[in-house]
């Protein structure tokens, strides 16, 4: 079970990380896209946007690899865990995509 949520995790975090791409990098007239994270915010000024996207991503790597092998935790908080890992970047997908569509970004 592990090793699919961590599958997953790393889809979504992936698929997050190309529409967040997508939004923030694809110019609109008139119009300011912004990330809605905060911390993600801050990183992407402060590194860049795919600089940024490439650290979220191995923090990211690095949190499923310990919550899938980690002996310090139980299963049920490990599987919470990554059950929240893979809940978090799924809304931010299906956000990003609402967004793209009523900016008229295309996949």
């Known amino acids: 079970m592990r090793f699919v949520l961590g599958a997953l995790v790393i889809l979504f ?12 990098s694809t110019p ?3 119009l300011q ?3 809605a994270n905060p911390f993600a915010r801050w990183l992407f000024e402060a590194i860049g946007l ?3 996207l490439l650290v979220e991503m191995f923090i990211t790597l690095g949190a499923v690899g310990f919550l899938v092998y980690t002996k310090r935790l139980t299963p049920r908080v490990r599987v919470g865990l ?4 893979v809940v978090l970047p799924a809304w931010a997908v299906v ?13």
């Open 82 to 85: 990554l059950l929240i890992l």
């Open 95 to 107: 956000n990003n995509l609402n967004v793209m569509k009523a900016i008229g970004i295309e996949l």
């Open 28 to 30: 609109i007239p008139g």
């Open 13 to 24: 975090n992936l698929l997050d990380n190309t529409t967040t791409f997508l939004c923030l």
């Open 50 to 52: 795919v600089e940024g």
């Open 33 to 35: 896209v912004t990330e």
